[in-house]
């Protein structure tokens, strides 16, 4: 049955029944060697076109009618289509010739005993270390007091030089230039603390000896053992340099204080001279002599946070090079007492601080006569 295009409607004698359209009759046509008819599907009729089957071979379980239906509308039977040429791989095989794998074979022999040679000397070299380990004698451990003993030993060169005999003597000395002899007699010391939370660095020279030692003797609660040093002998022209915060107790029992300096005069130098470093890892050096007048000063830090350093000279051609840092604020100062700077020695400051440091170099109230 014939449906119009436009509605669906249906076609009669050329003309929709529903919307009076008219419409060209169908033309119905079939290829050649085909035939048509019509089936009724739902109530419809539906167009079936029929191929013939030809020459083609019939297969086992399957008819004529099923074939036929399978017959694509291009006119190609699935069943008899063409199929894709299968390309078939060529692989070659290559044999290798017997003396070329046997030459190979020697090559990876002779890589093995090379490696062997190498490796074996060591292999015994650190079997060796481990039994030489093994049987060796432990290493000794040393306790706190062997410590301290082995830290006296450094005095050794010293002993000897301090007569015997003497008397009683006990002096406390603040960060400062000291000389034996001069500032506190000779003999042998006991040196300590003299308060809790000191920190004091202890730089000994005896130019006549040859001897140079350094202390860092702290009471802090955490290095309480190296708050002390027994048996030091200290003998004449001997310089202690301390620095830091606190106080140093010295106690002898053969003091020669009968030698002891009794003239003092007062310093001739009578001016203050003060140096202030603003910008930070800034460093001034003076030369004694030019800049800074030569004679004994205390060296006192009043802002700030820096360095103070110079360099005493000896009479043996030896140099001590002095240090410290220093601190300044309303409520601390640091200073160093009785600094002794002699012509053409260089004395540096250095800021360390985002804040001006400030040093102010005073004239000692007293220097000894034959300074």
């Given amino acids: 049955m014939q449906k119009c295009s436009l509605c669906g409607g249906r076609v009669v004698n050329g003309r929709c029944e529903e919307c009076g359209m ?38 086992d379980g399957y008819d004529e009618e099923e074939r036929t239906a399978h017959v694509h509308e291009s006119g190609t039977d699935r069943h008899n289509a063409p199929r894709p040429a299968v390309r078939t791989a060529r692989v070659e095989h ?25 490796i074996l000397p060591m292999l015994q070299v650190l079997l060796q270390r481990e039994i030489f380990s093994s049987v060796s004698e432990p290493v000794p451990e040393f306790s706190e007091e062997q410590a301290i003993e082995a830290d006296s030993n450094a005095y050794d060169d010293l002993r000897g030089t301090v007569p015997a005999a003497g008397a009683d003597w006990d002096g406390d ?13 000779e003999g042998t010391y006991t040196i300590q603390c003299a308060e809790s939370n000191t ?19 702290s009471s802090n609660d955490y290095d309480a053992i190296d708050s002390e040093r027994d048996d ?48 930070s890892d800034e460093s001034l050096y003076l030369l004694v002599g030019e800049d ?3 004679g004994v000063y205390d060296v ?12 005493l000279p000896m009479e043996n051609t030896r140099t001590m090079y002095c240090s410290a840092w220093l601190y300044g604020d309303p409520d601390y100062v640091d200073t160093l007492r ?19 440091f400030t040093v102010t170099l005073t004239p000692s109230e007293t220097v000894y006569v034959h300074e």
């Fill in 338 to 356: 009785h600094i002794t700077l002699t012509e053409d020695t260089e004395v540096t400051l250095s800021n360390y601080s985002d804040m001006d």
């Fill in 22 to 59: 008219p419409i060209p009759p169908e033309h119905t046509y079939t290829l050649r060697g085909e035939s048509a008819h019509y089936h009724r599907v739902n109530g419809e009729d539906v167009l079936h076109r029929v191929r013939p089957t030809g020459s083609r071979p019939k297969v």
């Fill in 292 to 294: 800074i007048e030569p």
């Fill in 232 to 279: 030091v002998s200290l003998p004449t022209g001997t310089v202690l340099f301390l620095s830091g915060n606190g106080t140093l107790y010295f106690h002898s029992s053969n003091a020669q204080v009968d030698a002891l300096p009794t003239e003092t005069a007062p310093n001739p130098l009578v001016g203050d001279a003060a140096y202030t470093l603003s910008d």
């Fill in 199 to 217: 920190s004091i660095d202890l730089h000994i020279v005896s130019d006549e000896h040859g001897v140079e030692i350094y202390e860092d003797l």
């Fill in 94 to 118: 290559h044999i290798e010739a017997p003396s070329r794998r046997r030459r190979s074979a020697n090559v990876a022999w002779l890589i093995i005993v090379v490696a062997l040679f190498l």
């Fill in 173 to 185: 000395l603040t960060a400062g230039l000291y000389t034996v002899g001069q500032d506190l007699p």
């Fill in 300 to 311: 006192t830090c009043t802002a700030g946070t820096g360095y103070f350093s110079f360099v």
